[in-house]
């Protein structure tokens, strides 16, 4: 009875983990997506959610899911969807202190220049 219940407590948590990933990213990073991809973000998030109840509905012997290969899923979804969105708060990091370095070079060979624009 234990087994069942650390499962269905992991993978409660694994499961609103992603919803809430995917929500952060679909908010935060929305204009990196082309549209289809902002609708399978979404169902994924949403489907996501919606099967907590089914992981809590049923009873011992007749499960809906097999605990350890839902918690597989869903981990590997969570670690697919967070190193993507590493990927993009780095890429957006680098961008922005490139973009301050060129502007600096700019102002300095305008300054040798004597002005000059």
């Given at each position: 009875m234990t087994e069942f219940f650390v499962f269905d407590l992991l993978n409660t948590?694994?499961?609103?983990?992603v919803t809430l990933i995917v929500a952060y990213k679909l908010v935060e990073f929305y204009d990196d997506y082309k549209p289809a991809?902002?609708?399978g973000?979404?169902?994924m998030?949403?489907?996501s959610f919606l099967t907590v109840p089914p992981i809590w509905a049923y009873q011992v012997g007749q499960g809906v899911f097999d605990g350890w290969?839902?918690?597989?899923?869903t981990?590997?979804?969570i670690?697919?969807?967070?190193g993507r969105m590493s990927r993009h708060i780095r890429h957006r990091a680098n961008n922005a202190r490139h973009a301050a370095q060129m502007e600096r070079d700019i102002a300095e060979r305008r300054r040798a220049r004597g002005g000059e624009r």
């Amino acid at each position: 009875m234990t087994e069942f219940f650390v499962f269905d407590l992991l993978n409660t948590c694994l499961r609103v983990a992603v919803t809430l990933i995917v929500a952060y990213k679909l908010v935060e990073f929305y204009d990196d997506y082309k549209p289809a991809e902002r609708v399978g973000l979404a169902l994924m998030g949403s489907g996501s959610f919606l099967t907590v109840p089914p992981i809590w509905a049923y009873q011992v012997g007749q499960g809906v899911f097999d605990g350890w290969a839902v918690t597989v899923m869903t981990l590997g979804i969570i670690l697919m969807l967070f190193g993507r969105m590493s990927r993009h708060i780095r890429h957006r990091a680098n961008n922005a202190r490139h973009a301050a370095q060129m502007e600096r070079d700019i102002a300095e060979r305008r300054r040798a220049r004597g002005g000059e624009r």
